[in-house]
T-cell receptor, first 114, second 111 residues
Framework: DAGVIQSPRHEVTEMGQEVTLRCKPISGHNSLFWYRQTMMRGLELLIYFNNNVPIDDSGMPEDRFSAKMPNASFSTLKIQPSEPRDSAVYFC????????????FGSGTQLSVL | GENVEQHPSTLSVQEGDSAVIKCTYSDSASNYFPWYKQELGKRPQLIIDIRSNVGEKKDQRIAVTLNKTAKHFSLHITETQPEDSAVYFCAANFGNEKLTFGTGTRLTIIP
């Protein structure tokens, strides 16, 4: 298994542009999480899905952020319009449907908004 | 609220000595407490976890202790080695599904 796959690895964009981050969870995993990592705030949970359904999006900073999971093998996190303060590493993680089990993280997307 | 506090934020120890990182959590219903290690530029990876039905768990040089009454848990690394240098995150579950992380401890092993 290739693990959780995220793309792109690096993204540099200008303020105001739309950014789309992509994630492919491990096959058979029913839960998918999006985290944002910054020096100041550490790892923050943005949103998570169970069986493709968003369960809790209380961590999404504002309406500029949206996430979708159209099927069990694909999820996107979109920022529109992007701002410099959105610069961070965005991690996607998945786990089997059982709670309290190991999270498998992707390699992350390093986002820089100029 | 869902809060996990972690201390210290940075820790330097001499190679061969022990390192201890401590975390507290806010929800008495939390019952799953993993620890993740993140090397520079890499993804976080699980190194050990503990569930609330046990007070201590050990895996070679790594151990975790849990005090449910006080709502705190700790990571212990013995006989530290240079490859232990990394950022360590504790976490606790909330509502049985959400995993909230502490702010991390940057551990540096001095050769």
């Amino acid at each position: 298994d290739a693990g959780v796959i995220q793309s792109p690895r690096h993204e540099v964009t200008e303020m105001g542009q739309e950014v789309t981050l992509r994630c492919k969870p491990i096959s058979g995993h029913n839960s998918l999480f999006w985290y944002r990592q910054t020096m100041m705030r550490g790892l923050e949970l943005l949103i998570y899905f169970n069986n493709n359904v968003p369960i809790d999006d209380s961590g999404m900073p504002e309406d500029r952020f949206s996430a979708k999971m159209p099927n069990a093998s694909f999820s996107t996190l979109k920022i529109q319009p992007s701002e410099p303060r959105d610069s961070a590493v965005y991690f996607c993680a998945s786990r089997p449907g059982r709670p309290n089990e190991k999270l498998f993280f992707g390699s992350g997307t390093q986002l820089s908004v100029l | 609220g869902e809060n996990v506090e972690q201390h210290p934020s940075t820790l330097s120890v001499q190679e061969g000595d022990s390192a201890v990182i401590k975390c507290t959590y806010s929800d008495s219903a939390s019952n799953y407490f993993p620890w993740y290690k993140q090397e520079l530029g890499k993804r976080p990876q699980l190194i050990i976890d503990i569930r609330s039905n046990v007070g201590e768990k050990k895996d070679q040089r790594i151990a975790v202790t849990l005090n449910k009454t006080a709502k705190h848990f700790s990571l212990h690394i013995t006989e530290t080695q240079p490859e232990d240098s990394a950022v360590y995150f504790c976490a606790a579950n909330f509502g049985n599904e959400k995993l909230t992380f502490g702010t991390g401890t940057r551990l540096t092993i001095i050769p």
